[in-house]
């Protein structure tokens, strides 16, 4: 492939926080073609020019991450022309400066544990979703309303989630999402044996070593040290028979996931030193508990924040992005499978976009394209309550 016809080509950058220049990748105007929308507006089809990079999703290029700090911000025009920016330099730059390096002072912190992991060449996929994360975590030190977009940001992991499983969406089992979820606490709590094996042993030798000869030729230096001997031999004794009920119970979920839904477990594949991505974002759950572990939790995040965004005021346009809004956060909804909500958002959407469309208020493509949004809408309105009473059978 010609240099012209590359995919990329790169923007330099400073990082508003740590001031490192990064190179960042910009996807070049038909490098990819799209065909097809799902029911949430997910692009359904795609096709690189070159078949080099397929495996890409251009969402792994959506976020620009700065390779020192981890900052993270959309990358658009108005990230790329920040420092022209005199009201963010003047009224936001400080407190996002202050804030993400105080956490990335934090070697528990939940922004060098999702940065360490970035590496789009070898996972792609986990990268995209990482990235995302940071760019959620960001937007929420950056001093005005961001419901918005981090509600779009959680809709994006969500397709993401989608494309991995084969794009197969709402119809993914409550079922098969229990089973993946219950596989990867378990292995989350595997993880925690060696932990507790090191531990143990850095108890016991302490006591060997350094309360011994703290308190030697006591009789009761001899019976404190004999009664803490005894406890720590227990524990030892314990770790063995704890990692195997941890690698047996992940194995009788695999087996009832079998028998109960018909459908073969599949082991994720290693992602650094993690069994697989789900543990590893189970991991990261435990730092920040507004990280999805897959497709549903973050449909389930990007309703809320949608929802925060149309309720509050001020982020969402009336007439037609009013409209959208509402038919996503139905369609959203129903997804997960909360039906009262999804059913209470499709009406709106149903009465606004009819006023829209009944008062021509708008050119004629708004019209046009308010008409579609109408006829989705009665149309999964309809799928809605034809789900609820499945369920209440």
């Given at each position: 492939?010609?240099?012209?016809?590359?995919?990329?080509?790169y923007?330099e950058?400073?990082?508003?926080?740590?001031?490192?220049?990064n190179?960042?990748?910009?996807?070049?105007n038909?490098?990819?073609?799209?065909?097809g929308?799902?029911?949430d507006?997910?692009?359904?089809?795609?096709?690189?020019v070159?078949?080099?990079?397929?495996?890409?999703?251009?969402l792994?290029?959506?976020?620009a991450?700065?390779?020192k700090?981890?900052?993270t911000?959309?990358f658009?025009?108005?990230?790329?022309?920040?420092?022209?920016?005199?009201?963010?330099?003047?009224?936001?730059?400080?407190n996002?400066?202050?804030?993400h390096l105080?956490?990335l002072?934090?070697?528990?912190?939940i922004?060098?544990?999702?940065?360490?992991?970035?590496?789009?060449?070898?996972?792609p996929f986990e990268t995209?979703?990482?990235k995302?994360?940071?760019?959620?975590?960001?937007?929420?030190?950056?001093?005005?309303?961001?419901?918005?977009?981090?509600?779009?940001?959680?809709?994006?992991i969500?397709w993401?989630?989608?494309?991995?499983?084969?794009?197969?969406g709402s119809?993914?089992s409550?079922?098969?999402?229990?089973f993946?979820?219950?596989?990867?606490a378990?292995?989350?709590?595997n993880?925690?044996?060696?932990?507790?094996?090191?531990?143990?042993s850095?108890?016991?030798?302490m006591i060997?070593?350094?309360?011994?000869?703290?308190?030697s030729?006591?009789?009761?230096?001899?019976?404190?040290?004999?009664?803490?001997?005894?406890?720590?031999?227990?524990?030892?004794?314990s770790i063995g028979?704890?990692?195997?009920?941890?690698?047996?119970?992940?194995?009788?979920?695999?087996?009832?996931?079998?028998s109960?839904?018909?459908q073969?477990?599949?082991?994720e594949?290693?992602?650094f030193d993690?069994p697989?991505?789900t543990?590893?974002?189970?991991t990261?759950?435990?730092?920040?508990?507004?990280?999805?572990?897959?497709?549903?939790?973050?449909m389930?995040?990007?309703a809320?924040y949608?929802?925060?965004?149309y309720e509050?005021?001020?982020?969402?346009?009336?007439?037609i992005?009013?409209?959208?809004?509402?038919?996503?956060?139905a369609e959203?909804?129903r997804?997960?499978?909360?039906?009262?909500?999804?059913?209470?958002?499709?009406?709106q959407?149903?009465?606004?976009?009819r006023?829209?469309?009944?008062?021509k208020?708008?050119?004629a493509?708004?019209?046009?394209?308010?008409k579609?949004?109408l006829?989705?809408?009665?149309e999964?309105?309809?799928?809605?309550?034809s789900?609820?009473?499945?369920?209440?059978?």
């Open positions: 492939m010609s240099k012209a016809q590359e995919p990329f080509f923007t950058l400073e990082c508003p926080v740590c001031k490192t220049v190179k960042f990748e910009n996807i070049r038909g490098a990819y073609t799209e065909s929308r799902d029911r507006f997910k692009p359904t089809g795609r096709t690189w070159d078949p080099a990079y397929q495996k890409f999703d251009p792994l290029f959506f976020m991450t700065c390779q700090c981890f900052y911000r959309e658009n025009n108005e990230f790329k022309n920040w420092q022209k920016d005199s009201s963010f330099k003047t009224y936001r730059q400080k996002i400066q202050q804030k105080s956490d002072a934090d070697k528990n912190g922004i060098l544990f999702l940065g360490s992991k970035l590496d789009q060449s070898t996972f995209a979703v990482i995302l994360l940071l760019g959620i975590y960001d937007a929420k030190f950056s001093g005005r309303k961001v419901n918005l977009d981090i509600g779009r940001y959680f809709l994006r969500a993401l989630f989608r494309d991995r499983n084969g794009g197969t119809q993914i409550q079922n098969a999402r229990l993946q979820e219950l596989k990867g378990a292995q989350v709590a993880q925690l044996v060696p932990n507790y094996d090191a531990k143990v850095s108890i016991k030798n060997n070593k350094d309360f011994s000869s703290a308190f030729d006591t009789p009761e230096a001899e019976e404190h040290k004999k009664q803490i001997e005894e406890v720590i031999a227990n524990m030892s004794a028979p704890l990692a195997e009920a941890g690698s047996k119970l992940i194995d009788l979920f695999k087996n009832a996931e079998k109960l839904t018909g073969e477990a599949v082991d594949d290693k992602f993690y697989g991505f543990t590893f974002l189970e990261a759950k435990g730092k920040w508990d507004e990280v999805p572990v897959n497709e549903a939790e973050a389930q995040k990007a809320e949608y929802q925060k965004a509050t005021g001020g982020e969402i346009s009336q007439g992005q009013q409209v959208q809004a509402a038919y996503l956060i959203l909804y997804r997960v499978g909360q039906r009262d909500e999804a059913g209470q958002y499709f009406n959407t149903i009465k606004m976009g006023d829209i469309v009944m008062g208020k708008g050119d493509s708004t019209v046009n394209y308010t579609n949004l006829e989705m809408a009665m999964q309105a309809r799928l809605n309550k789900e609820a009473g499945g369920e209440a059978k």
